[in-house]
T-cell receptor, first 112, second 109 residues
Framework: GAVVSQHPSRVICKSGTSVKIECRSLDFQATTMFWYRQFPKQSLMLMATSNEGSKATYEQGVEKDKFLINHASLTLSTLTVTSAHPEDSSFYICSAKLDTQYFGPGTRLTVL | EDQVTQSPEALRLQEGESSSLNCSYT??????LFWYRQDPGKGPEFLFTLYSAGEEKEKERLKATLTKKESFLHITAPKPEDSATYLCAGGDSNYQLIWGAGTKLIIKP
């Protein structure tokens, strides 16, 4: 139980385009989901907390207009990286809260 | 300020050589101490949650323990497939996780 999926697992896009990443809790409902970013050989950096039916809470230094988060249902949250640039290239991981946080497999974003 | 510190940064062991990973924490209103395992290019996999000092949990070759200031992840007779980065996190009063930087464990056959 407590399985979280992410799609896509890997995406390459051109600079200036937008990319949407989906996070789904497959066998449970999650009122709260989290979006993290991870740079090579570093730990997880929380970007935002996504609550179903309300606006996401962003961590300090994370641009709300650049990283759009939508949590439209109890099993789906999406992260859209708008007007992506090479510095946005990273590993993005979502988690869904049940008794603890259960993580998706991550999405590798490469912006050319 | 809430903080979680893991040591060592990296640990190389021979197969079968037991050892421990350390996680020191200062998290006000701690709501659980969490251990995860992360393989390269993948999301963290949940291992354990500890809630009170003196608590212990085991899973195969892993045992996690908790005191008022730190947690240990003991690895007994590890195998190469135990190689991964082990992450420790403290749950704060808002139920968010304060993450340590991780310990990269390498088990040589």
């Amino acid at each position: 139980g407590a399985v979280v999926s992410q799609h896509p697992s890997r995406v390459i896009c051109k600079s200036g385009t937008s990319v949407k990443i989906e996070c789904r809790s497959l066998d449970f409902q999650a009122t709260t989901m989290f979006w993290y970013r991870q740079f090579p050989k570093q730990s997880l950096m929380l970007m935002a907390t996504s609550n179903e039916g309300s606006k996401a809470t962003y961590e300090q230094g994370v641009e709300k207009d650049k990283f759009l988060i939508n949590h439209a249902s109890l099993t789906l949250s999406t992260l859209t990286v708008t007007s992506a640039h090479p510095e946005d290239s990273s590993f993005y991981i979502c988690s869904a809260k049940l008794d603890t946080q259960y993580f998706g497999p991550g999405t590798r974003l490469t912006v050319l | 300020e809430d903080q979680v510190t893991q040591s060592p940064e990296a640990l190389r062991l021979q197969e079968g050589e037991s050892s421990s990973l350390n996680c020191s924490y200062t998290v006000s209103g701690l709501r659980g101490l969490f251990w995860y395992r992360q393989d390269p290019g993948k999301g963290p996999e949940f291992l354990f949650t500890l809630y009170s000092a003196g608590e212990e949990k085991e899973k195969e070759r892993l045992k996690a323990t908790l005191t008022k200031k730190e947690s240990f992840l003991h690895i007994t007779a590890p195998k190469p497939e135990d190689s991964a980065t082990y992450l420790c996190a403290g749950g704060d009063s808002n139920y968010q996780l304060i993450w340590g930087a991780g310990t990269k464990l390498i088990i040589k056959p």
